[in-house]
T-cell receptor, first 113, second 109 residues
């Protein structure tokens, strides 16, 4: 139990649709990051939010966007879904500082058909 | 090009056997982390190694950071079915974690 909760746990969308995934951070954590984990791969960094501002982004197109709210919860939005977007989407929270540990949620499984 | 190469990609062993998995790179890292990810779960941090040559033990798991801080290994003694999962190494590149593809371990009772 990491204290990071994600919803929904599983969902199926059709190509071209839009999806919103949600994450509730561990209490006291001010930083949230999102990762995409395709089948058979390690997680790949999408972006990170610190105090409601994006402060780092991986190699993902602009149709991947996010938000962080004042309570540090977060959303990941993906527009114009493609088949290759099918993956496990992981949210991770941490407290920015020296020696901070990152805690992952259980992820949201997205299937695009 | 993968910054972190993990090997083997898959490993299936009998309960009680020993095993070692590897995480290699041509880059030098200030630290490396090992995670275990069980089916249906997110990755969970096992250990962070910081000093070249460092060895850390976590029950039956032994982690070693290479002297040159380019590679790391994870050795499991007397593997148990509960050790089954995806073992990931990662380094912290200022902001995000950068993961290898992982070693998928299956321990058969």
């Amino acid at each position: 139990e990491t204290g990071v909760t994600q919803s929904p746990t599983h969902l199926i969308k059709t190509r071209g649709q839009q999806v919103t995934l949600r994450c509730s951070s561990q209490s006291g954590h001010n930083t949230v990051s999102w990762y995409q984990q395709a089948l058979g791969q390690g997680p790949q960094f999408i972006f990170q939010y610190y105090r409601e501002e994006e402060n780092g982004r991986g190699n993902f197109p602009p149709r991947f966007s996010g938000l962080q709210f004042p309570n540090y919860s977060s959303e990941l939005n993906v527009n114009a879904l493609e088949l290759d977007d099918s993956a496990l989407y992981l949210c991770a929270s941490s407290f920015t500082g020296i020696g901070n540990t990152i805690y992952f949620g259980e992820g949201s499984w997205l299937t695009v058909v | 090009t993968q910054l972190l190469e993990q090997s083997p990609q898959f490993l299936s062993i009998q309960e009680g056997e020993n095993l070692t998995v590897y995480c290699n790179s041509s880059s030098v890292f200030s630290s490396l982390q090992w995670y275990r990810q069980e089916p249906g779960e997110g990755p969970v941090l096992l250990v962070t190694v910081v000093t070249g040559g460092e060895v850390k033990k976590l029950k039956r798991l032994t982690f070693q950071f290479g002297d040159a801080r380019k590679d790391s290994s994870l050795h499991i003694t007397a593997a148990q079915p509960g050790d089954t999962g995806l073992y990931l190494c990662a380094f912290d590149s200022e902001t995000p974690l950068v993961f290898g593809k992982g070693t998928r371990l299956s321990v058969i009772a």
